[in-house]
């Protein structure tokens, strides 16, 4: 009996970082896609955000990208190849693209919700100016906390910062020793999120009696903008030994 030739898989180049835990959550779901429904053939090289385009991109020949367009460099890059991209950023560079994202309302309502349900009175949020979906993560829990009679207090930094600057735990610690006390945080992700809790040691507040954070870092649902498909991608994570509940 003849054997049945086998077909070829997809090639599918994977443009996303391995640096953080949510880019790796990302790929994580790529992986569990391909186990549920068609062999795929993956290139993934070691990647940090903010890199330049990979030497490899220019020059690389199969069926389609999954990246995050997280820089200028990156999206011009991406713009040169003759093949099918799908953007995994909330960055927007190039709005042509499909794009899936966090659904960042989901995530604001969820960690709202949590903290309201403690029967906080006071509220804040710790978020990073340079990101959308922290700036849409921001509006939506200032509404949900607004629509529940409450005030929210947010971190806008007068200064710009780098991710492993010092300074900025310093800053984040004088911001919460003037929150009223006790204060529900929501943190944007999970580096803000252990930056609170580093500052409130610093500053000597207790962890979770009188601050008490909910940090988005694990995914809930996706989006696409183009076409419209909805995609589920995580769950919430359970509660840790410092008082967080995880969400992005």
Known sequence: MPCRSLKAPVKVALLVETSNAYARGLLRGIVSYIREHRLWSLYLSEHNRGDKPPRWLAHWKGHGIIARVENV????????????????????????????????????????????????????????????????????????IRAAGKECFVYQPAKGFSLDDEEQVDHLGSWIKELP???????????????????????????????LRTVASAPLERRSEHPSHRLRSGEVAGRNDVGQESQR
């Open 181 to 211: 006390k006790p204060v529900g945080v929501m943190a944007c992700y999970d580096f803000r999120g252990q930056q609170v809790l580093d500052a409130c040691r610093r500053i000597g507040v207790a962890v979770p009696d009188e601050v």
């Open 73 to 144: 460099a990156i999206a011009e890059a991406l713009r040169q190849v003759s093949v099918p991209v799908v953007d995994v950023s909330a960055a927007r560079l190039i709005p042509s693209l499909p794009w899936f994202e966090t659904d960042d309302g989901a995530i604001a309502h969820l960690a709202a919700d949590h903290l309201l349900e403690r029967g906080f009175n006071y509220f804040a949020y710790a978020g990073d100016g340079q990101f959308n979906w922290s700036k849409w993560r921001c509006e939506h829990f200032q509404n949900c």
